[in-house]
């Protein structure tokens, strides 16, 4: 069955420091690369997402993201950390396909605490 | 514009009693999907459906039954509530773009406990 992995579940940085959070996925075909933000208290939103085309991706609030298909990974990161980017952070897969109606797989999600 | 609405925000229940959970969404989007967070297995696909009148399983659908009568609402129906099911439920709705390219926007939540 396909799966996504975050190996990182908790990290915790200082502001200023340079993020990166691992993200590896599990399947063969074409994929579709999400990375979604969950603040304190609030719903899901999306940081960015790769379908095609450059494999690095800039979103919002300065993140970016690189698509290695050989490595079969996806990781976000960010040059400088603030304390308002402490939040839940998760990656999530959609197969490309006819069939595959959007269905969002996502890993286990990482808690990224930043220390004022 | 509101998005993806969910009602309501937090309920508990007693072990065997049923609720109703409903999604909105004023977005025009044909595809909605319900999902369950669970801390360290992140969210978990219940139940979806790719337009008015559709429903299909994802992949935790046991104990859970949905029914998308009008575009914009995506009801999700516990009929006999298990303590397994103490969950956050995310509601999400998206245009429904081939390919599975689309964002898909989320509700606020609803946090469920069962007794």
């Known amino acids: 069955a396909q799966s996504v992995s975050q190996h990182n579940h908790h990290v915790i940085l200082s502001e200023a420091a340079s993020l990166e959070l691992g993200c590896n996925y599990s399947?063969?075909?074409?994929?579709?690369l999400f990375w979604y933000v969950q603040y304190p208290g609030q719903h899901l939103q999306l940081l960015l997402k790769y379908f095609s085309g450059d494999p690095l991706v800039k979103g919002i609030k300065g993140f970016e993201a690189e698509f290695i298909k050989s490595k079969f990974s996806f990781n976000l990161r960010k040059p400088s950390v603030q304390w308002s980017d402490t939040a839940e952070y998760f990656c999530?897969?959609?197969?490309?396909?006819?069939?595959?109606?959007?269905?969002?797989?996502f890993g286990q999600g990482t808690t990224l605490q930043v220390k004022p | 514009n509101a998005g993806v609405t969910q009602t309501p925000k937090f309920r508990v229940l007693k072990t065997g009693q049923s609720m109703t959970l409903l999604c909105a969404q004023d977005?025009?989007?044909?595809?909605m999907y319900w999902y369950r967070q669970d801390p360290g297995m992140g969210l978990r696909l219940i139940h979806y459906?790719?337009?008015?009148?559709?429903?299909a399983k994802g992949e935790v659908p046991d104990g859970y039954n949905v029914s998308r009568l009008k575009k914009q609402n995506f009801l999700l129906g516990l009929e006999s509530a298990a303590p397994s099911q103490t969950s956050v439920y995310f509601c999400a709705s998206s245009y429904g773009a081939w390919g599975g390219t689309d964002t898909q926007y989320f509700g606020p939540g609803t946090r469920l406990t069962v007794l």
């Open positions: 999530a897969v959609t197969l490309h396909g006819s069939s595959n109606t959007g269905k969002l797989i």
């Open positions: 399947y063969g075909g074409t994929v579709n």
């Open positions: 977005m025009n989007h044909e595809y």
């Open positions: 459906s790719v337009g008015e009148g559709t429903t």
